[in-house]
């Protein structure tokens, strides 16, 4: 059911300063983390091998949790290294342990085989520690299968409805833009979309001072596997030409990432940040931006809920796609590719001569 | 598992002015219901066919909604007839649009096979727009099957026990009276049943000058399909001859519409009114019946609240009739019946020379 | 999947004083208990036969029930004696009644085959009716497995983590101390273990003296089927040949008897009662015992829940178990074993000559 050989964003690395343990289910897995003494995080089967205790209800010794059921105390590889009372240890008593790589203020795990584990497959988000970007890394949590949010993201046309008075700024924008290309690849889609002369969205507005001067408004938006969102936002003066590629005084930027990581099939972890790379500064910038996108992803969470609810309601219901969601319909053909893939049977060894 | 070639009450036609859209589910459908701007009532499924959003969160357009997610537009009879940013419209693009008709104040609506909708077939409800018969319609949920409910009113002994000291007035009640008679119809069951010589009920002694003056009490009720009960009440000075249709002054009457409506198959819509004859403009006689009625509705509730966890419990568990029963019994099997007509497979056409 | 020809406590006798009736599963089968007037405790299932209407929503009237949806009476049998407005009652008609005795306060039911219900085989609690020793009996409800309680109990080693700051003392109790002795018996486990000279665990302190001199702790504890727990301890003076059978002056002892009934796979009432033997009329030893001993059993209740969440989350996952859990293993064993022998089907008798 779920992409398990990739990579997840399971936590942001500030959750887990100063020994503090984070439960938390992923891909239907519920798992602890923790930062050990080495500094380095650990992530263990939140399940005590002995009679199931969490974990969580635990405390960290060094970069061991010791189970506080009975005692028996786990190493940050999972394996069980003290039993209280108990002389032998069978070899493989322990817990699985999760593969781990901390980068750009994530904490990333992989679900999978940890055979199959590639630090180098991990998407680069560089942004996040850019100090030419000022963002607040957040999180919002779903009760609503990842793909719905993915397929949100994947059609700006919602901008105009859902986010009419807070991120789009009209219905219009439905109507006049239309996507200047849709990229279909291997693990991703890429869209570009401009909307020209038009007035500033009011989260825009309520940032820059020239409020009602209209703007030309470009947004690249790429998804990739297994949910991972980066939409590139301009905001030029009308008319310099910023389609053209010409760059002028009083164009501002934006960098939004968003990752969806399935919590169980019907709810999911959101982690979002957005930058912006003009503030100077002016912390006041960021948090005006944190609060209207916020704003704008309830207005989501109300739409894509209540869209759970109603599938829920009835399984037999099927979607009808329509124009728009070519760049949706690209990327739930690759996941069931991918996921189809992990899940098929090893093929036997032909026999030689046979 | 439901009758579904048959009118429902959906709503009181008050539920629906101003613009207010309803999201009400009938028997495990969501439907929109709507007045647009033309006057006439709209029904429609409230899932839009794209991305499943609910259409109750949309907005109405003249006698269309538009879906506020991707904002596709559909016409009263669940036509898809604008896709923003799409020229083309698929022509079966849309959402199942149901029969309605506003009569006698209620909105009923056809679940069924619209080719089947007679509104012939819609049973009169007269005292609701008489002005000789004043009472407050409202509306209960309950969480139970439509047919406890049903149960309930067709066995006029409860009265004594569930509601000695509201409704009813005495566990006597229930030893010295009995049906005058059962009548079994075709898709009905009609009881009438006298209590000579008794002091009034509570709820009734609380909206007469002569709280004491003992009374003869008739109740005729009648149940249709699928779960319409009429109660037609009257309280006579005991030994007027009442019974043999001799009305004096002083004789009050009531006229009792109570509509349940599936929900689920385990909760139920339930509208009712009860109305007197004799308030004569005072509006806390309505009031005051209003509230009694109420508060003995409650005591139903709880019983068949339970009664509904009961059987959830032990779906094995079978109950047993007595004789008091013959009417619920009766009813049951019209029902039955009825919903295996339904959904009989069309028979075969012969062969000629067969 | 449960034992049922067992006897299950069922109520303390408290709660059934001035005909009070309690509602209880057990079992998974709703049963109402009741005092009739005749001082004998009723035990009937908690459903009229006619319509499903809970038995606890009705009235006592002598050593029947009357069920207040249609007024069906019951005898203390479950014979329905009464139909109101109706002459006959068909024999059999009634509900399912269940063998009871009242005895050391407490009110133990037989759930299984009423002809094989012996209340010689009820359990002797001999120290709940002694006057030397002080309690206050009491109830906690579950949401996990009783044998989930009674596996935490067969292991003291979790004394020393769960309960470190509370009913242990000390991390050091898992480590040092060892079962002297672990019976396997025949219905039941017992295990004697030692903890000598250490300081007194912090809610024995508070009801002593001297808070601070080393005593020599023994814990015996014994569990019965159907899990019925009764801890014999004892606080030497350390040192003074305590386990060598010498009791002098300044011993303190406690019993404690703890019943697990299950209400359903996944909840369980929980009776319990703590009692010294020195307290001399000083209701606050009771009293600070008891609240000592709640602390300690929420410690357990988190972890015991928790277990039944991760059990729920993956009905796959197996335990392992360690050298701690003999006597668990054991009484897990003796359970299945009483529950197969009950749900054996009769074997045929032999034809004689075949």
Redesign the interface.
């Given at each position: 059911m779920f992409l398990k050989n990739c990579w997840y964003m399971a936590a942001w690395d500030y959750e887990l300063i100063d020994g503090k343990m984070v439960a938390r289910t992923l891909l239907e897995e519920?798992v602890l983390l923790f930062k050990g003494e080495s500094g380095a995080v650990v992530a263990l089967e939140n399940?005590c091998?002995?009679?199931?205790?969490?974990l969580s209800?635990g405390r960290i010794e060094g970069d061991c949790v010791?189970?506080?059921?009975?005692?028996?105390l786990f190493n940050g590889e999972g394996k069980c290294v003290q039993?209280?009372?108990?002389e032998k240890i069978?070899a493989k008593?322990g817990v699985r342990s999760y593969p781990i790589v901390e980068q750009d203020h994530i904490v990333w795990i992989w679900m999978g085989d940890p055979a199959l584990a590639d630090p180098a497959d991990i998407p680069d988000m560089p942004y996040l520690s850019d100090p030419q970007w000022a963002g607040i890394p957040d999180y919002l949590h779903y009760d609503a299968n990842y793909l719905l949010i993915v397929?949100n993201l994947a059609?700006f046309?919602?901008l105009?409805?859902?986010h009419t008075n807070t991120l789009g700024g009209s219905?219009e924008y439905?109507?006049t833009?239309?996507p200047v290309s849709v990229e279909r690849l291997e693990r991703a889609f890429r869209v570009e979309r401009w909307h020209m002369n038009s007035a500033p969205p009011p989260y825009h507005a309520k940032v820059i001072p020239n409020k009602t001067d209209p703007v030309d408004r470009r947004n690249i938006g790429t998804m990739l596997v297994p949910g991972i969102f980066c939409l590139e936002t301009l905001f030029a003066p009308a008319g310099t030409g910023a389609e053209k590629g010409n760059i002028v005084e009083g164009t501002r930027q934006y960098r939004n990432y968003q990752f969806m990581t399935p919590e169980t099939r019907k709810s999911t972890h959101f982690f979002w940040s957005y930058m912006n790379d003009f503030e100077n500064g002016d912390r006041n910038i960021s948090r005006s931006l944190h609060d209207s996108i916020l704003e704008g992803f309830y207005e989501d969470k109300?739409?894509i809920e209540?869209?759970q609810k109603?599938?829920d309601?009835?399984p037999d219901?099927s979607?009808?796609?329509?124009?728009?969601d070519a760049s949706l319909t690209h990327f739930r053909r690759v996941m069931d590719k991918l996921i189809a893939e992990q899940n098929a049977p090893t093929p036997p060894l032909r026999a030689v001569g046979a």
């Open positions: 519920s399940r091998c002995h009679r199931g205790a969490p209800l010791r189970c506080m059921y009975h005692g028996l039993i209280p009372g108990q069978p008593l397929d059609d046309a919602h105009a409805f859902v219905e439905a109507y833009t239309k109300l739409f209540e869209q109603v599938l309601a009835d219901f979607m009808v796609a329509i124009a728009a």
